[in-house]
């Protein structure tokens, strides 16, 4: 597609469910991005894939979290075990090159997860 | 730590008039400094990109600065309409080569 698409856009769920959360990049972008923005809150870098590897999984907040990314092009984010302040709305990007390349990043619109 | 600060409160700024919204870093010195805006229930979306070498971008109504002395880039809007009111970001990549946001600056452009 045309830009980066995430899915679903709203997701509810009870406390102590998993949830998976989709992101599709744009094509040819091998450099995939995950963040957490809670209200009022600035954007939180949780992972990022060049192609298929995870080269920084340093961001993610705690074992609950796992992030997977297949054919260096969609990705999803697990959250397992869901925690109330897991709620928050999570952004995915994408670019040509890493993060050294200077390129500016393509943002989908978010999947807003809400925790029971 | 390596700290990217936005202005958290709003700025409120009559049509017409220009708009200047901050951005301070600290601790490193960035090669570039990226600029976003966010709308309601919106991704971030790139305005502009300035590198370490250069002084001044334009980019129609958008001027960007980046002074490294003061660690400090300015964002500007000139003859602001109200369908400037936005959330404007700042980024910039640390030496983990890890994009840092800021939290932004909640800009209303008053009628």
């Known amino acids: 597609g045309a830009g980066v698409s995430q899915s679903p856009s709203n997701k509810v769920t009870e406390k102590g469910k998993d949830v998976e959360l989709r992101c599709d990049p744009i094509s040819g972008h091998t450099a995939l991005y995950w963040y957490r923005q809670s209200l009022g809150q600035g954007l939180e870098f949780l992972i990022y894939?060049?192609?298929?590897?995870?080269?920084?999984k340093s961001g993610l907040p705690s074992d609950r979290f796992s992030a997977e990314r297949t054919g260096g092009s969609v990705s999803t984010l697990t959250i397992q075990r869901t925690q109330q302040e897991d709620s928050a709305v999570y952004l995915c990007?994408?670019?040509?090159?890493?993060?050294?390349?200077?390129?500016?990043?393509?943002f989908g619109d978010g999947t807003r997860l809400s925790i029971l | 730590s390596q700290k990217i600060e936005q202005n958290s409160e709003a700025l409120n700024i009559q049509e017409g008039k220009t708009a200047t919204l901050t951005c301070n870093y600290t601790n490193y010195s960035p090669a570039y400094l990226q600029w976003y805006r966010q709308d309601p229930g919106r991704g971030p979306v790139f305005l502009l990109l300035?590198?370490?070498?250069?002084k001044e971008k334009r980019k129609e109504r958008l001027k960007v600065t980046f002074d490294t002395t003061l660690k400090q880039s300015l964002f500007h809007i000139t003859a602001s309409q109200p369908a400037d009111s936005a959330t404007y970001l700042c980024a910039h990549m640390n030496r983990d080569d890890k994009i840092i946001f800021g939290k932004g600056t909640r800009l209303h452009i008053l009628p």
């Open positions: 990007a994408s670019t040509q090159g890493g993060p050294s390349s200077n390129q500016p990043q393509h």
């Open positions: 300035i590198r370490e070498n250069e």
């Open positions: 894939f060049q192609g298929n590897s995870a080269p920084d």
